[in-house]
């Protein structure tokens, strides 16, 4: 059984930061033609299925509009999404 909660996700861009360890970090997300600077991270996690060794990079953020945002990174696709939630 893999570990990945449902969500319903939005594919987004995500301009992200490489730190010395290649652990990347969102800075600023552009979420419905809108740019949105992460004012601070907030938690971090990684989620895996290890039966088609897919990996997902978490992040609840706090953006520069007030609001909090959770996103994910897709390492198998390589694609940032915006997390809506129930």
Do not use: C, Q
């Not at 939005?10 to 290649?22: F, L, M, N």
């Not at 552009?30 to 895996?48: K, Q």
């Amino acid at each position: 059984m893999g570990t990945f909660h449902r969500h319903v996700n939005k594919k987004i861009e995500v301009i992200a930061y490489s730190g010395d360890r290649s652990e990347e970090a969102p800075r600023t997300i552009i979420l419905h033609d809108e740019r949105i600077e992460v004012a601070g991270v907030l938690n971090r996690w990684i989620e895996e299925r290890f039966e088609d060794r897919a990996r997902k990079r978490f992040f609840k953020v706090k953006g520069s509009d007030g609001n909090m945002h959770k996103i994910y990174y897709d390492e198998k696709i390589m694609e940032w999404f915006y997390v809506v939630e129930d």
